[in-house]
């Protein structure tokens, strides 16, 4: 079966670094993204990565949040730095089969990340 499981979330105060990680099993993508909700507002990419290394990122978190892969674990890291308070929200670990459709058909169930100012 497919499943994809984060870990790594928590309390933060501002400035502060985390580390996500995403755990998937079942079978290997073509791309795995990070995606995060706020309480009343819509679900955003935040950073995403394909089999082939390329990666985007959210405006918003250029320069300070890495995305990265580990082939042999199978396993997707979102490594966030100088972390604001309105990064708090349930970071969600998605997955895509199709090589250039950007499309992500498995989710994880989140993981939540609060950062205190």
């Known amino acids: 079966q497919v499943q994809l499981v984060e870990s790594g979330g928590g309390l933060v105060q501002a400035g502060d670094s985390l580390r996500l990680s995403c755990a998937a099993s079942?079978?290997?993508?073509?791309?795995l993204g990070w995606f995060r909700q706020a309480p009343g507002k819509q679900r955003e990419l935040v950073a995403a990565?394909?089999?082939?290394?390329?990666?985007n990122y959210a405006d918003s978190v250029k320069g300070r949040f890495t995305i990265s892969r580990d082939d042999a674990k199978n396993t997707v890291y979102l490594q966030m730095s100088s972390l604001k308070p309105e990064a708090t929200a349930v970071y969600y670990c998605?997955?895509?089969?199709?090589?250039?459709?950007?499309?992500?058909?498995?989710w994880g169930p989140g993981t939540q990340v609060t950062v205190s100012s």
């Open positions: 998605a997955a895509g089969t199709i090589p250039i459709v950007v499309r992500y058909a498995y």
């Open positions: 079942g079978r290997t993508f073509s791309r």
């Open positions: 990565i394909t089999s082939g290394g390329r990666t």
